[in-house]
């Protein structure tokens, strides 16, 4: 069995070398633990597969992603609280829809840049696009005007807010995607985790959502459709809202692996200038259903 586990763990590390880079970082500047090891590799679940298991599911022709079925109906969307809050909790509908399982990877964005649909995401200080190492980390550098254009050109969209968080948490009020537990770093790539940058698109099975979507928090912030306001939980619609009609920023989900327990919640909200691209800001895309 110990044979069999090493030569697991080897075969691990040589198809993501990231790793290796991320260990051999941390020795030359002294950081280096067997602790901060052991999280990255406890990021792969091994033997151990998500309790929940996808309504239904399908795989884009374009980009390759598993698109997880969310049906149609009502939940919880926001944090109980006080209710001048920027996100108290109210009851939305939503329709039908396909959320994708993963953030869009460095290599599903290559190939929107390589059909001449999507421009390339900022390549100053960006050491991840392009390199082979990288290719299953999330896209990031983009601004929410690439992400439009990627998910135009895959034929979908970006996830509204409401759409975003209904896949994270389901039906119950669950604080995080695998339920109301804390997190740790078996579970979501954050601050706690010591990785302290991004990590394949495909790790934390046992983080995923209840319907299957992987790291619905931590990783990397990302962008949704809506207009960001303070006061639209209080002002919006009750079916499919769409957001405020205008606004200077937008909105943001899911928190990045440099946030802390308590900014990954299902619920968190974050903003940003659409032009803006920055280092811990990605994005996934949906679907509407048939």
Known sequence: MTILFFILITGIIVWNLDI????YRNVQNGTFSMQRLRYDIASFNIGQKSPFTPIDKKTSEKDGMIQLFVPEGEFLMGKEGEPDEDSPMHTVYLDAYWMDQTEISNAMYAKCVADNACTLPTIRLNKYYGNWIYRNHPVVYVSWYQAVEYCTWASRRLPTEAEFEKAARGTEKYKYPWGNDAPNPRLANYSESLIDETVSVY???LGASPYGA????????EWVADWYSDTYYQETTLINPMGPETGFE????SGAYDAGANEILVTWRYKHEPQSAGLSRGFRCAESGE
């Open 250 to 253: 937008r909105s943001m989900r």
């Open 214 to 221: 992987l790291n619905m928090v931590g990783n990397v912030r």
């Open 20 to 23: 290796v880079i991320r260990a």
């Open 203 to 205: 790790r934390y099975q």
